[in-house]
């Protein structure tokens, strides 16, 4: 391994970011050439590169033959909490196995999606992780057809024709829901994500399986359509609150909605856990620290990202290996924003 591998090891782009004092996009873009970035500031990333040991030059190691040693990474951003706890475990990942990553970001664009796998499988990349995908049926059997090594992260392929990593969606909104019915509450709200995520449908299948275990009326009126953001918990706890009869607690699919409900709860007057109780679902690090801290279904985040590099390597080191699918285990974390019903 040369001097400047061996430097470059355990450096992230991460560190990269802190160093030069911007966002971790733009470490990827410049490390990969991408246009539109400021020259000043493709100069101050560069110098930050330099210093920390973090320098790649992946068209000379493409040329050279073999491997490039770069991984290509497809996220929909980098706002949420979620997201880049993911993306730091992918990160770190690859630095200990001294690969290089090549970041995008789509926003949710299935166009652009499609259009970034077509990129980053043209010759740059000896793999593709793609985290949380919204449209993989546009690029799949491309990806299959050419033998290119890929995962997706945090989704569920019922086919198996692929490698899949996901966690246990349905015990852990069946571990939330249980638990708010073992408080005694019956009138459970719950906030899904985006229909076109598996998870959405997972969770309301482990939601739906407590409820009728415990002999409680699946009440549609109390379940509402978000789409894993905050706004999106806000304005669907706004609709629950505002029945005739509202929940008397509410699950909602994501800690970021969750957080939207607690301002929903807050603008009419009700006190979480006193007059509503709440749970969230991923356990971001902000679930710990809002006020209520908040009861949530942890996702090992940072552990889906590990594990779907170490997957994706496997592909990589033996074109024969046929479709994988890993499944970690969800946790419910108990904190303050819960209480029994007889305190409401």
Known sequence: MSERRQKNSGVTIFDVAKEAGVSYSTVSRVANNYEYVKPSTRKKVEAAMEKLGYVANLKARSLAGGRS?????????????????????????????????????????????????????????????????????????????????????????????????????????????????????????????????????????????ALSEYGAVLDLDLVRQGDFLEPSGYSCAQQLLALSERPTAILASSDAMAFGVMSAAQEVGLRIPHDLSLIGFDDIPEASYVRPALTTVRQPLNKLGQEGVRLLLRHIEDPELGPQHIELDTMLIIRDSCAPLKNI
Request: proline residues 3%; without cysteine.
């Open 69 to 209: 040693q770069v991984v290509g990474l497809l996220v929909y951003d980098l706002e949420s909490s979620y997201q880049i706890e993911i993306v730091r475990g992918i990160d770190a990942a690859l630095s200990a196995a001294d690969y290089d990553l090549m970041l995008s970001t789509t926003h949710e664009r299935p166009i652009k999606e499609s259009a970034y796998v077509d990129r980053l499988m043209s010759g740059l990349t000896d793999g593709l992780l793609i985290v949380l995908p919204h449209s993989p049926q546009a690029y799949v059997d491309r990806l299959l057809e050419q033998g290119f090594p890929f995962v997706l992260i945090d989704y569920r392929d019922d086919a198996g024709g692929f490698s899949t990593l996901t966690v246990t969606n349905t015990q852990g909104a069946y571990d939330a829901t249980k638990y708010l019915l073992d408080l005694g509450h019956r009138r459970i709200g719950l906030i899904m994500g985006t229909l076109h995520q598996s998870s959405t449908g997972e969770r309301y299948d482990g939601y739906q399986m």
